[in-house]
């Protein structure tokens, strides 16, 4: 998976995806190119038409930061797409090593999680890898195939669609997400497995990707149609430690809506029903780590 082969994807994405009138040009008669021509990014970020597609094809490997801000500009890039479009063009060099994909929940994000008893809250890494949950958290996601990773629950499981009641936005969000994570470390060896095996399965993804956005996650409102607990709508908060590269701790909370709060006390029944220990279970591959349960009783 070559980096040159990734720049060349992203820039012709979102040449394609942006607008003429965005750029002040006119929409002249029938265009065959969605969004810009090859030849209009050129001269509106002032370099030759003949440049700009040897980077779309992979041939031109070394754009300067003069360069890749000129192109920014001209597709009107956010910050996360333009730091994005950096770590694709000059990415840091490649470090030959094993890696351990099996991690374990931060102590200090745990530490959170453990008091954390009201609502849904759990813990992921950056390829959302569940390390750890509380008992709402596994009451909510309990049964479904996958459930021990959120991008594989979206995307390759069929009872998501029902599950996920905006289930078209989730999986934008989760294809954006992973399109991130890519651009942080595109050497990791697990990257082509997972991607592989995501666009093997699913159409959809296989369409996101093809888009190449991102965008970053801060806070979001997700709803659930839970197969015993109903309709659940929840507002998520994501926080991170220095001491955890790329581990979150998502917390959930509902709003002051009637229904939301009869959904969350069918959920609290549920838990309260099940048998809640500390325990690891080991996940299947691609995806080797271990989920911790918090139990809050104990």
């Known amino acids: 998976m070559e980096r040159s082969r990734f720049l060349g994807e992203f820039l012709r994405a979102r040449r394609e995806a942006t607008p003429v009138e965005q750029v002040g040009l006119a929409r002249v008669g029938h265009r065959r190119t969605p969004g810009l021509r090859r030849e209009e990014v050129a001269v509106l970020a002032g370099i030759s038409t003949d440049y ?20 920014a500009r001209v597709m009107c890039l956010d910050a996360e797409a333009v730091e994005y479009l950096h770590a694709l063009a000059h990415p840091l060099p490649k470090v ?15 530490r959170v999680l453990r008091g954390w008893t009201h609502t849904p809250g759990f813990i992921i890494d950056r390829w959302m890898n569940m390390l750890a949950t509380n008992r709402l ?7 479904m195939e996958h459930n021990d990773n959120l991008i594989r629950l979206v995307f390759l499981n ?30 990791d060896p697990l990257l082509p497995r997972f991607v592989q095996e995501l666009s093997a399965h699913n159409e959809e993804f296989r369409r996101l990707r093809g888009q190449h956005d991102l965008r970053p996650r801060t806070n979001d409102t997700k709803r659930f149609r839970h197969r015993l607990a109903g309709e659940l709508a929840f507002e998520y908060d994501f926080y991170t430690a220095k001491s955890a590269p790329g581990q979150q701790l998502v ?11 009869q959904g969350l006390a069918a959920l609290c029944a549920l838990a309260d029903s099940a ?20 139990s809050d009783r104990g």
């Open 96 to 110: 030959y090593r094993v890696v351990d994909h099996r991690e374990e929940a931060a102590p200090t994000l745990l």
């Open 251 to 261: 917390l959930m909370q509902v709003g002051p809506d009637s229904t939301a709060e």
């Open 52 to 71: 700009y597609s040897r980077l779309e094809q992979g041939r031109e490997r070394n754009p300067s930061d003069q360069v890749l801000g000129a192109l």
């Open 158 to 187: 069929p009872e998501a669609l029902h599950f996920y009641a905006d289930w078209e936005k989730t999986a934008y969000l989760k294809a954006a997400h992973l399109r991130g994570v890519a651009a942080m470390d595109p050497h």
């Open 137 to 143: 958290a596994d009451a909510l996601y309990a049964g």
């Open 275 to 294: 048998v809640n220990v500390i325990r690891l279970a080991p996940a299947p591959e691609p995806v080797p780590f271990g989920k911790t349960v918090v």
